[in-house]
């Protein structure tokens, strides 16, 4: 259901900061917004834009995610391109938080739309969580904004090492943290005490792999009749997150009979993690929230500890554990050099994690920018770029292409029907249609 574009408040005050956040999923709108705040101070005037596909974020979802914008738009890449060059001077910060093809495509076509433009808005960008996958690729895909957000130090000095790698400019690289850390820092147990899985939607990606979590879990709440045992699950079927979700827990559950001390919770996990004594998942960035409040966390080693589900990035932490060790009671130790390096600000000093970032925005924002140069451009990958600016309707120069969507009108009934069935049709195929043919493919 797409969300009104006609919601505009009043104007802002004179001199207060005004940011656009463009997102492509209820995480990214919420990492985006947050980011924006924590930059520009709570008072900023905040419009934010979602960018129109598989997962863009319901009404529920957004509800969920907590955080209130003075305008919210559902637009195409084109269409907030077009906005963006009407009026390049209503903004001081966009915030691009999407995919790494998307964030590259908005790049070149905000290059386009402000080619004549020397006080255009600061361009800012980062990723939502842990980065364990892709580090090249995504990273690079990002190059071009004038701020790329680390969420720690460890990402800061990966980051910078990729850009010098292949002779791009590294300066944009800033340490910062992820900006939904917060909460009472834990001290004690809670009655009764309360063991949180926090579920994703892709890791694992199995059926099996899924089930034997679950089953696990379910065992974990038998085992325990005193303790509460709460599945924490990111989107309700039919609705995506950031990533595609095709066998959700919710469906595993109706298979298997499950004690009354268990429970499927949705909700902010900001609140969940308010009643939890022990944080347990696979490799969600859950776990770094819990770890800023000091919640015994465990990462899982049952399914092995690999790249493709994540927790190896968490080597190191003390945090890695199986099921069995904590059935027999185990309360993971976490490092405390593992955690500062990872940006999770145990130690009281979250509170000016942003101080360089919002210093570097300032600086930019007392002057006048150059005009956006990302790495990938028609020279460096001729043979990869226009297909990443295709896919949103965009040119190799940044221009609209030919019969782009037009802007400054809200689609009429008839599209609106047709997009809302597009986009149930696609995830009705990704959730019941992909995983059957898939297990044809494995008879």
């Known amino acids: 259901m797409p969300v009104s574009s006609n919601t505009r408040t009043e104007k802002a005050p004179e001199g207060t900061l005004r940011a656009a956040v463009l997102a492509d999923s209820d995480t990214r709108w919420k990492w985006g917004s947050l980011t924006a705040a924590r930059l520009l101070g709570d008072d900023a005037r905040l419009d934010g834009y979602l960018l129109r596909g598989r997962a863009t974020p319901t009404p529920r979802q957004l509800d969920e995610v907590g955080v209130r914008a003075d305008r919210m738009s559902e637009v195409t890449a084109v269409e907030f391109l077009r906005e963006m060059e009407r009026a390049p001077q209503e903004y001081d910060v966009v915030v691009l938080a999407l995919v790494g093809g998307a964030v590259q495509a908005v790049l070149h076509g905000l290059a386009h739309a402000w080619r004549e ?21 995504g990273l690079l895909l ?52 309360t063991v949180v899985f926090a579920a994703q939607p892709s890791v694992p990606d199995t059926p099996a792999d899924r089930m034997y979590l679950l089953e696990r879990l379910v065992r974990h709440a038998r085992q325990h009749p005193d303790r509460e045992v709460l599945l924490k699950l990111r989107s309700k079927p039919g609705e ?75 080597t190191g932490s003390g945090c890695l554990v199986s099921w069995d060790r904590l059935d027999a009671g185990l309360r993971p130790e976490p490092d405390p050099a593992w955690v500062a390096r990872q940006g999770v600000a ?23 920018r150059p005009a956006l140069a990302p790495y990938y451009s028609t020279t460096t990958a001729p043979g990869y770029l226009p297909r990443v600016l295709a896919r949103h309707h965009l040119a190799p120069d940044g221009s609209p292409l030919p019969g782009a969507p037009a802007a400054g009108k809200d689609p009429g009934a008839v599209r609106q029907i047709v997009r809302r069935a597009a986009r149930g049709a696609y995830r009705h195929g990704v959730q019941r249609v992909a995983p059957v043919i898939r297990r044809m493919g494995e008879l």
């Open 117 to 137: 433009v020397p006080d255009r808005p600061v361009v800012v960008t980062g990723y939502v969580g842990v980065v364990y996958e892709k580090l090249a690729d």
């Open 142 to 193: 990002r190059h071009g904004a004038d701020v790329v957000l680390a969420n720690s130090a460890y990402d800061a000095e990966r980051f910078r090492a990729v850009y010098e790698g292949v002779g791009a400019d590294a300066t944009a690289v800033t340490e910062c943290a992820l900006p939904f850390l917060g909460g009472t820092p834990y001290t004690a147990e809670h009655d009764p005490y």
């Open 240 to 314: 995506h997150t950031t990533h595609i979700e095709e066998i959700p827990y919710q469906k595993l559950a109706q298979r298997i009979e499950t004690p009354a001390n268990f429970r499927l919770v949705y909700g902010n996990m900001g609140e969940v993690l308010d009643r939890t004594d022990l944080l347990v998942t696979v490799s969600s960035t859950a776990a770094l929230e819990a770890l800023h409040r000091r919640i015994p966390t465990a990462l899982l080693t049952d399914l092995g500890v690999r790249e493709a589900l994540g927790n190896h990035h968490f």
């Open 346 to 368: 145990a130690d009281g000093t979250y509170g000016r994690a942003f101080d360089g970032a919002r210093a570097t925005v300032a600086a930019l924002l007392g002057r006048d």
